[in-house]
C-alpha cells in the first residue's frame, strides 16, 4: 500500500512540475492568449487581465496583460523617461515574445519601502515592462514585487511571459 501512495504522489508532483497544471485564457474578442499557473488567481477588466499567485506571495507580487492602440515606441520612452532616483530604471533591452521584437524595461525602487502600517517592507520592489508591438497597438505584459515572494517566482513569471500567443486580427 505504501508503493502505492508513494507511486501515487511521485507522479503527481512530476505532473506539477512538469506544468501540466496550467491554465491558457483568451480574451472573448482578443487576438492573444496567454498560459498561467491554474492556481493563481485571474481577473479581467477592459482591456486589462490580472494575476496572483495565491497565498502570502499574492500579497508581494501581481502580473498584468493589457492592451493598447497607440504608438509602442512612443509608450517605451514615456516610460523610461519616468526613470528617477526613487524609481531607476535598472535595465532596457530587446526580447523576442510570440515571434515578435519587444521592449523589456525593468525598474527598482531605490528607496526603502514602508507598509500602510509604517513599518519597512521587504525590498527592493521592482517592475518589469515587456512591450509588445502588434499590427495595431501593442501588448504590455509587466508585473511587480517585492520580497522573497516576488523573487522566488521570476521564472514563473517569465514562463506567463513567453506563453503568449498571437493570433491574426480579426
Known amino acids: 500500500m505504501r508503493n502505492v501512495l508513494f507511486v501515487l504522489l ?12 496550467s491554465t491558457r485564457f483568451s480574451p472573448p ?15 479581467f ?5 490580472w494575476l ?9 507580487l ?13 509608450f517605451v520612452e514615456g516610460l523610461a523617461a ?3 532616483v526613487v524609481k531607476k530604471l535598472d535595465s532596457r533591452t530587446e526580447a523576442t515574445i510570440a515571434g515578435l521584437k519587444a521592449s523589456r524595461l525593468e525598474f527598482i525602487e531605490t528607496v526603502p519601502l514602508k507598509s500602510r502600517f509604517g513599518g519597512p517592507l521587504p525590498g527592493p520592489a521592482r517592475e518589469v515592462f515587456y512591450v509588445v508591438p502588434r499590427e495595431k497597438g501593442f ?9 522573497e515572494g516576488s523573487r522566488r517566482r521570476l521564472s514563473e513569471l517569465e514562463k506567463i511571459v513567453a506563453s ?6 480579426r
Open 82 to 84: 519616468k526613470s528617477t
Open 164 to 169: 503568449l500567443k498571437l493570433s491574426p486580427p
Open 10 to 21: 511521485a507522479a503527481a508532483t512530476t505532473a506539477t512540475a512538469a506544468g501540466i497544471d
Open 52 to 60: 496572483r499567485p495565491p497565498g502570502q506571495d499574492g500579497k508581494q
Open 139 to 147: 501588448l504590455v505584459l509587466a508585473w511587480e514585487g517585492f520580497g
Open 29 to 43: 474578442a482578443g487576438d492573444y492568449s496567454i498560459e498561467y499557473p491554474s492556481a493563481w488567481r485571474k481577473s
Open 62 to 74: 501581481r502580473f498584468r496583460l493589457e492592451e493598447h492602440d497607440v504608438d509602442a515606441k512612443a
Open 45 to 49: 477588466g477592459m482591456r486589462t487581465l
